[in-house]
């Protein structure tokens, strides 16, 4: 019985501190060149989902987006496509043109893992959540 205490123990303090988030510096907005546009992937925190970390891709950007981080992808502007895929997969299709867009990445639970989805969010509610979020960092 000890020995099975001491084990949960340590495994429960692992997992605290996997499922930590990012730490970093605070939103800013990433300048770009006029020709292209800013995806701004961000992840609000959230502790059920926080040792998931799938790729994230758009255009040939790939970032893993951890808990209350964010990944800013510089993409030029006309069709865009951005995805993520773990045993399921969620895509966004676009066409961008040259400013800001806002994309929320989110997990809902299936049946042993949790499950991405993109959701494109418009800029007056992305901002009060992706002020809460840190650059995620390569």
Not at 32 to 35: Q, R
Not at 88 to 93: G, I, K, L, P, R
């Given at each position: 019985m000890k020995q099975f205490c001491w084990l949960t123990l340590v495994f429960c303090s692992a997992l605290s501190i996997a499922g930590c988030a990012v730490q970093g510096p605070p939103f800013e907005k990433t300048s770009?060149?006029?020709?292209d546009a800013v995806v701004y992937v961000y992840r609000p925190y959230h502790y059920g989902s926080s040792l998931l970390r799938p790729a994230v891709t758009c255009g040939d950007d790939t970032a893993r987006i951890g808990p209350g981080?964010?990944?800013?992808?510089?993409?030029p502007v006309g069709h865009v496509v951005c995805n993520?895929?773990?045993?399921?997969?969620?895509?966004?299709?676009f066409d961008a043109e040259?400013?800001?867009y806002y994309i929320r990445e989110e997990f809902v639970w299936g049946l042993m893992t949790g499950h991405p989805h993109l959701n494109p969010i418009d800029i007056?509610?992305?901002?009060?959540?992706?002020?809460?979020c840190c650059v995620q960092s390569p």
């Open positions: 770009s060149p006029p020709t981080g964010y990944h800013a992808f510089v993409v993520v895929q773990t045993d399921t997969a969620d895509a966004v299709e040259p400013h800001a007056d509610n992305a901002q009060s959540e992706i002020q809460k």
